[in-house]
Structure formats: structure tokens, C-alpha cells
């Protein structure tokens, strides 16, 4: 497959010149050294490049810049626009003691001690490359493993680096990272907090598929940034979610979402290769820079429209397949890497299979643009048609075996995480989850479907209802709820389960739950501190009440 694509990007020249017209443009992270050149052809505008402060002073006062100035002027000569990151405390600025001082993992990833020391860090970089950057970004992500401090110690970072960015070049951006996920909550704290301090928001979601990103990007632009000039950046991972197989569609996918919210840059963190290279140039090929018109829905498959005149289009499902009807005698379709796929005739109607793969679209009906243009000014944003709509649900549950009964609340998706609770046993006849302390797995995770409940907001109340085995003795096996709530993640108080030889259940009211998918689920149940026995579930149900 490799070989064949290589193959094609060979003899297909006509894809390879046209990256530059892509939906959004696209930028790589690269380091030193990098193959700045192949970058360009591949179709970037942007490269985003480190400054590690631990690397280039790791004496306090003697800088060395040599490899990182290198790198800025290659990828300029090749027209490469350069992101800067500012990054990485050295050891000798760092809070760190102890044996924390020998691992770059820790002392690099914490604030420095005193902020003075990092304002000098970044007067020194601006002084250096004003001339040569102009987008500025503090920190390559804010949470674990790459930040190691509070959103407080973030704020300050990020307000002392703007005051000396703007200074020098009152016409540079700042560029605001966020927490791995599509944070909501934490992004309108920041608005709140620091809403002068940064000109660009990065979202870095992970571990998520393209389709994750629908809802929350609808109500970021609907509840988060309505009447803000905020540009956002949209970094995209593939190592974490996937097979590399789904790659090209991703990037299809992730290309079409971008222009339909209006997403400035999108930032690829996957390799590049042949590959890339053949998906990009097929995509400004068929689609180009028409602009976003709109969307429709046909049966299960969202329609993202683009052009008013000679539209294309890119359309998928979220599961399975279906068959799409086209009303365009000429349409063709194509996939994420250019294989035409079969377009059968039938009367006055074409027809073409669709499935969670991206199926890119060329001469589509002008009827298409007029219907995706009036579900556009009507002002709701695009979503994938649900194969089951729980809107209109008074609750949804799951019921814990081997296979989930899952109406409208999924756990099952979660079995493969480390600490998740995958023990099966059966009491009293019927199946249970059990959680096992000894091997640390301790949560069962969930995830409420967003049809029924999706950044809450304090519109509604939400009451969670557990069912679990009684315990053997009082006071001896407890849990409780880690939900995502309107002011991050947080647990409810703890929960003793009555010492009983049967089922009890127990309800838990959150009048301030959030349920935006933050970290790809809504709450979990946690057992961890159990010592003496382990705690069965049954089943769980989620109801909306009064606020």
C-alpha cells in the first residue's frame, strides 16, 4: 500500500503542486535539523519549532541559540512560516529537589521558581527573533506530562511572555495552549481570567476520533467564544486514536471540520510521508479553497458542502454504511487517498457507499449548496445524525455483564484503559463489574450519549444512580463520582455501601455537571480507596432533573 502511494505521488504532479490551496492551511512540529524543504512540498505554510529554554540555558545567563537559529532560517528560506514555542525550565530554575532534579520529566515540566528568571528567558528570545517570528506560543500543552503546574502558574507564564512579546512587535500573537481534550470549561475560565494575555487558542484534543470534535466545536463557537476575535488553531495527534490505516481520513475529516468552523490553521503531528503528501494533494485538487457553504444530512451521513458554484463536498457516518443518494448526473467520488470509488446509476439518481470513512465528492448538485447554505444561516452548527436520539429520553442506563446493555450510557469503550475495572462475575444469577485494588483497577468510566446531555451549563440538574453489591461489614467498601463538572474534574464525597447480602442503590446529584467530553467521558466511578474488599456494580442510570 506504502509502495503504492509512493508510486502515485510520483506520477501524479498535478497533486503535488497544489497544496498551497488547501481548505486550511497546515503547519508540522519539526526539530532541528529537519527536512524543511520536504515540509513545503508536502504542502505546510507553518513549521512549529521549540525554543527549550532547559536546553539552550542550562547556566543561568549563558545562552546558546546556535541550533535553534539554524532551524528558524531554513525553514524561512523555503517560506515557511515559524511558530515559536517557548518551553522546558532548566534545572537551575526550577522548584524541583531531590531526586526530582535528575529527571528532566519533572523539573523541566514545573514553572520556574521565581518568574523573573523566565522573563528574561523570553525578553531574550524576542529580542533575538522578532524579526523572524511573529506567532508566539507559550508551553506545547498545558496538563500532564507536559506541564506540571497550576492554571494560576500557567496565567502568569503566559501574561509576563505577552508583555515582552507585544512590546517588541505589537503585532505578533500569542498563542494560548489548552489541556489535552477539548477543555470547554477551562477555556471560558481563561477568557475570563486572562482575556488579553493571548490572541490565539490551540485546542489539542487526544485520544478522540475527527467525529468527537462536532459537538464541541458547535458549542465553542455557540456558548465559549460567541463575540470573541479569538483565531483558533486546531493540533491534531493521530498516534492517539487509531490505526495508522485511518490516517488519510483523518486528515480528510479534520481538513472539511476546520473550514466548516472556521478554524484558521491546523496543526498535523503525525508523520509525513508519501502518503500525506497524496491525501493533501487530492484535497486541494477536488476541494481547494471553496468556501464552506454549509451542511446537510442524508439518512446518517453528514454532508459538509463547499463552493457555491461547481461544489464538492465531503461526506461520512459515524458506524457502518449507507448508501447516499447524489441528484448530480457527473458527480464523483473519491477517498481519502484519490481512489476513484463507484458511483452507480440508478433512474435519475446516483448512488455511492459511505461509510466512517471520508468519501470526498466533486461536481455535486447546486441544490446541495442552497439546502446546506439555509441549514447554515439557520444557525446550527454541523453534527453526524445519531443512529439513536436520546434527546427526548427521561434517563439512560447501562446495565454491567460481558457485553453492556447500553441505552444511551457507554462503559464498554472503556475496557481497554489500564486502571478500568474488567473483572465479570455473575451474583445471584445475573452479571457485574468488580474492580480489583490488587491490579489497580479501580474506575468504570462513562460516557453519556451527547444527544442527551452535552456541556450542561447549569441547565439542568443530573442525578447518576449506582447499583452495587452490599458490602460484608459496615464501613469497609465505599466509592464515589469523578465527574466533569463546570469547574473541571472533581469528586463527589464518599459514598459507605450498607453491609447487606443484596443489591443497594445510591444516587449522586451534580447541580454542576459539565458532561462536555472533556477527557472522552462524563464521570467514572471510583473505588479506590478500598483496601478490604472490592466494590460490584450493576448498573448505573442517568436522569435530567430541576437545576
Known amino acids: 500500500m506504502v509502495l503504492a502511494l509512493i508510486a502515485a505521488a510520483t506520477a501524479q504532479p498535478a497533486l ?38 532547559s536546553e539552550i540555558e542550562t547556566r543561568q545567563g549563558t545562552r546558546t541559540w546556535g541550533g535553534l537559529d539554524d532551524a528558524i532560517n531554513a525553514a524561512r528560506a523555503v517560506g515557511l512560516r515559524v511558530v515559536l514555542v517557548l518551553f522546558a525550565t532548566p534545572r537551575w530554575a526550577s522548584p524541583a529537589t531531590g531526586e526530582e532534579l535528575n529527571d528532566p520529566s519533572i523539573y523541566a515540566r514545573q514553572p520556574p521558581r ?18 523572524r517570528v511573529r506567532d508566539w506560543q507559550i508551553w506545547p500543552g498545558r496538563g500532564l506530562p507536559l506541564f506540571r503546574g497550576t492554571t ?48 490565539v487558542i490551540l485546542l489539542t484534543p487526544r485520544g478522540v476520533s475527527p467525529d468527537a470534535l462536532l459537538r464541541p466545536l458547535g458549542a465553542l463557537w455557540e456558548r465559549v467564544l460567541a463575540g470573541s476575535s479569538k483565531a483558533v488553531w486546531l493540533e491534531w495527534d493521530p498516534y492517539s486514536f487509531g490505526l495508522r490505516s485511518s490516517w488519510p481520513g483523518q486528515l480528510i475529516k479534520l481538513q472539511a471540520l476546520a473550514k466548516a468552523f472556521g478554524i484558521e490553521q491546523l496543526i498535523w503531528r503525525g ?62 467520488a473519491y477517498t481519502a487517498t484519490g481512489d476513484a470509488r463507484p458511483v452507480v446509476t440508478e433512474g435519475d439518481t446516483r448512488r455511492v457507499a459511505v461509510g466512517n470513512e471520508p468519501v470526498v465528492l466533486t461536481n455535486t448538485p447546486q441544490a446541495w449548496v442552497e439546502e446546506a447554505q439555509k441549514a447554515r ?80 451549563d447549569g441547565r439542568v440538574g443530573v442525578e447518576i444512580s449506582v447499583e452495587v453489591r452490599g458490602a460484608s461489614a459496615a464501613q469497609q467498601l465505599g466509592f464515589n463520582i469523578w465527574y466533569d463538572s463546570m469547574s473541571g474534574y472533581r469528586f463527589t464525597p464518599w459514598q459507605w455501601v450498607e453491609a447487606t447480602p443484596g443489591w443497594v442503590s445510591y444516587t449522586f446529584r451534580l447541580p454542576d455537571a459539565a458532561f462536555a467530553d472533556t477527557w472522552g467521558w462524563d464521570f467514572a466511578i471510583n ?21
Open 527 to 547: 473505588a479506590v480507596g478500598n483496601r478490604s474488599e472490592n466494590l460490584i456494580v450493576h448498573s448505573v442510570t442517568v436522569k435530567k432533573v430541576a437545576p
Open 377 to 456: 444561516q439557520a444557525g446550527s452548527p454541523p453534527f453526524l445524525p445519531p443512529a439513536v436520539d436520546f434527546s427526548g429520553a427521561p434517563l439512560v442506563s447501562t446495565t454491567l455483564g460481558r457485553a453492556n446493555v447500553e441505552r444511551g450510557l457507554y462503559n464498554q469503550r472503556f475496557r481497554t484503559a489500564l486502571s478500568e475495572a474488567t473483572e465479570v462475575i455473575e451474583v445471584d444469577g445475573v452479571e457485574a463489574v468488580r474492580s480489583d485494588n490488587s491490579k489497580e483497577r479501580v474506575y468504570l468510566r462513562f460516557d453519556v450519549d451527547d444527544t442527551f446531555l452535552f456541556f450542561v
Open 271 to 332: 508523520d509525513v510521508s508519501a502518503i500525506t503528501q497524496v491525501v493533501l494533494g487530492g484535497l486541494a485538487l477536488r476541494v481547494g479553497r471553496r468556501p464552506y457553504a454549509g451542511y446537510l444530512t442524508r439518512q446518517r451521513a453528514l454532508v459538509l458542502v463547499f463552493g457555491d458554484r461547481d461544489p464538492a463536498a465531503v461526506a461520512w457516518i459515524g458506524a457502518g454504511d449507507e448508501i447516499l443518494g447524489v441528484e448530480g448526473p457527473t458527480t464523483q
Open 16 to 53: 503535488l503542486a497544489a497544496p498551497a490551496i488547501l481548505p486550511v492551511p497546515i503547519g508540522f512540529s519539526a526539530g532541528e535539523g529537519a527536512d524543511f524543504p520536504m515540509l513545503r512540498d508536502v504542502g505546510a505554510s507553518v513549521v512549529k519549532l521549540t525554543a527549550d529554554w
Open 152 to 199: 494560576r502558574e500557567y496565567i502568569a507564564l503566559l501574561r509576563a511572555a505577552r508583555v515582552f512579546i507585544k512590546a517588541a512587535d505589537p503585532a505578533a500573537r500569542v498563542i494560548l495552549s489548552t489541556p489535552f481534550g477539548m477543555d470547554l470549561v477551562d477555556l471560558r475560565s481563561l477568557l475570563t481570567d486572562a482575556p488579553d494575555d493571548f490572541d
Open 114 to 131: 521565581r518568574l523573573e528568571d523566565w522573563e528574561a528567558f523570553v525578553a531574550a528570545a524576542v529580542e533575538r527573533y522578532k524579526d
